[in-house]
């Protein structure tokens, strides 16, 4: 199982420790090191800087989302870092949700999203192989564009630069059943927002003829700490905030997501205290054990029993959310 750095998205403002920690990741023999984006910071400027930075450790978005950008942009900087980086880029793609997409993007979300997905993922393969021009007749994704309202003078064209890798991996940032089955039809691997290692049954389902070599990266947060409980409240004000505030009461993926995995009521309740502006209440709700078991917290030994788990199962990459120097050290020597 490989090691990657997860650095997610910035807060208020950058974080003037994240290129040490990519750095001291790349020292200690990470694979990889991954960005993401959600209504602030985007994912491919601080993945850049940090290109500039390292020179061995690569490069994932994780995840950059699809409404952000028409598939041919979102192309066009894959195809770039990929060069300035000497073929270490690696795409991490993902939906979100109608909340973020409507409401920050100002676009409407897919009725179909599988479909959607789909057809950005046809189009983001065909400007790296960069085989002819780019055509889709599809129903989200069309090149040219042929709506009502176009010119009718668009006409389709091939990438002007020579992609590095025509095969440049593709990930996506999968949650329901179908979604991660198309996953492992059209992607090179997937990026699960919670991984249970003692749940998976939860995608068995969906993970039946896995393509040789295919990617699964989960992310977990991981912390060196005397104190479980008190080592536990970041994940529990992650999956708050996820669970209550990333999404609509009728539609959350991310709660829906925890339903599935045996919490439910659970799910249900962090959800109704956080949109009540319960916050504080809602990150308390969030059971102990659901948080323990998609991270790694606790002292030195607990954590390298539980890191076993992790090890033994399809998980190919565990993208660690780490705090510190130190925390990332100790992992690197227990996974050796």
Same mark, same amino acid.
């Given at each position: 199982?490989?090691?990657?750095?997860?650095?997610?998205?910035?807060?208020?403002?950058?974080?003037?420790?994240?290129?040490?920690?990519?750095?001291?990741?790349?020292?200690?023999?990470?694979?990889?090191?991954?960005?993401?984006?959600?209504?602030?910071?985007?994912?491919?400027?601080?993945?850049?800087?940090?290109?500039?930075?390292?020179?061995?450790?690569?490069?994932?978005?994780?995840?950059?989302?699809?409404?952000?950008?028409?598939?041919?942009?979102?192309?066009?900087?894959?195809?770039?870092?990929?060069?300035?980086?000497?073929?270490?880029?690696?795409?991490?793609?993902?939906?979100?949700?109608?909340?973020?997409?409507?409401?920050?993007?100002?676009?409407?979300?897919?009725?179909?999203?599988?479909?959607?997905?789909?057809?950005?993922?046809?189009?983001?393969?065909?400007?790296?192989?960069?085989?002819?021009?780019?055509?889709?007749?599809?129903?989200?994704?069309?090149?040219?564009?042929?709506?009502?309202?176009?010119?009718?003078?668009?006409?389709?064209?091939?990438?002007?630069?020579?992609?590095?890798?025509?095969?440049?991996?593709?990930?996506?940032?999968?949650?329901?059943?179908?979604?991660?089955?198309?996953?492992?039809?059209?992607?090179?691997?997937?990026?699960?927002?919670?991984?249970?290692?003692?749940?998976?049954?939860?995608?068995?389902?969906?993970?039946?003829?896995?393509?040789?070599?295919?990617?699964?990266?989960?992310?977990?947060?991981?912390?060196?700490?005397?104190?479980?409980?008190?080592?536990?409240?970041?994940?529990?004000?992650?999956?708050?905030?996820?669970?209550?505030?990333?999404?609509? @009461?009728? $539609?959350?993926?991310? !709660?829906? +997501?925890?339903?599935?995995?045996?919490? *439910? /009521? =659970?799910?249900?309740? &962090?959800?109704?205290?956080?949109? @009540?502006? $319960?916050?504080?209440? !809602?990150? +308390?709700?969030?059971?102990?054990?659901? *948080? /323990? =078991?998609?991270?790694? &917290?606790?002292?030195?030994?607990?954590?390298?029993?539980?890191?076993?788990?992790?090890?033994?199962?399809?998980?190919?990459?565990?993208?660690?959310?780490?705090?510190?120097?130190?925390?990332?050290?100790?992992?690197?020597?227990?996974?050796?």
């Amino acid at each position: 199982m490989r090691l990657g750095l997860a650095l997610g998205y910035w807060g208020r403002g950058p974080d003037p420790r994240h290129l040490e920690l990519a750095q001291e990741a790349e020292r200690l023999g990470y694979d990889s090191v991954w960005t993401a984006e959600s209504w602030g910071s985007d994912a491919f400027t601080p993945l850049t800087w940090i290109a500039a930075h390292t020179s061995r450790i690569r490069l994932g978005t994780a995840i950059a989302q699809m409404a952000a950008r028409s598939p041919t942009t979102t192309a066009m900087h894959a195809l770039t870092l990929d060069h300035l980086s000497g073929g270490r880029m690696m795409l991490g793609l993902g939906l979100s949700g109608p909340q973020v997409v409507e409401g920050w993007y100002g676009r409407p979300f897919p009725r179909s999203p599988l479909t959607a997905t789909r057809e950005y993922v046809d189009v983001v393969r065909q400007v790296l192989r960069r085989e002819g021009p780019v055509e889709v007749d599809g129903r989200f994704h069309a090149h040219p564009y042929r709506g009502e309202d176009a010119t009718g003078l668009g006409k389709p064209l091939k990438p002007i630069t020579h992609p590095l890798r025509a095969d440049l991996p593709i990930l996506l940032g999968a949650e329901g059943p179908k979604n991660i089955a198309q996953t492992t039809r059209i992607a090179d691997g997937w990026l699960p927002l919670y991984w249970s290692p003692t749940r998976t049954d939860a995608y068995e389902a969906s993970l039946t003829d896995l393509p040789e070599d295919f990617v699964i990266a989960p992310m977990g947060r991981v912390t060196v700490c005397d104190d479980v409980a008190e080592g536990l409240l970041p994940v529990k004000a992650m999956l708050g905030f996820y669970i209550g505030g990333m999404g609509h @009461a009728k $539609r959350n993926f991310h !709660a829906d +997501l925890m339903a599935r995995m045996g919490y *439910a /009521d =659970e799910a249900r309740r &962090v959800q109704e205290l956080f949109l @009540a502006g $319960r916050r504080e209440e !809602a990150v +308390l709700a969030v059971p102990d054990a659901f *948080a /323990d =078991e998609i991270s790694l &917290v606790g002292p030195r030994g607990r954590i390298a029993e539980r890191l076993e788990l992790w090890r033994k199962g399809p998980v190919t990459d565990l993208l660690v959310l780490a705090p510190d120097p130190h925390t990332l050290r100790v992992l690197a020597d227990l996974n050796s």
